[in-house]
């Protein structure tokens, strides 16, 4: 059996508005928000007490999604160090095709995004950079020019 499609990324926040607002100002659409609690999602995700409040945000072209979640109870834990560098073990970044990443960039940056290095050039074919989003994940930008 094989599996049938990747269903969506899922990042815990400690500012679920905040995030939302990130993310639509990249381009995302918010395709919901609700409240998860009770056994199943304790049984689920292997915590007691769940309650959390996310919001389901998709790409325009409706083919990716990201799960934000804010943990209510229990309380989310903060990695350490609290912004991991780019070659940390685990989940590294996530990557968004953009039409015009120096407008994308100082767009995101009235949302707090810092860049990581600067926006390069790849050969004759990408303008590429590592941001910094919220909760300290990485979000990465490539603009296709070639």
Known sequence: MTIQRMDNVGIV????DAAVAFFTELGMELDGKGQIEGRWADRTVGLDGVRSDIAMMRTPDGHSKLELAK?????ASGAEPKNPPPNTLGLHRV???VDDIDDTVARLRAHGAELLGEVAQYES???????????GIIVALAEQIG
Do not use: E, S
Request: with cysteine; glycine share 4%.
């Open 71 to 75: 943990y209510h109870t229990p309380a």
């Open 125 to 135: 074919v990408f303008r590429l950079c590592y941001l910094r989003g919220p909760a």
């Open 95 to 97: 990557m968004f095709a």
């Open 13 to 16: 926040v400690d500012d679920l």
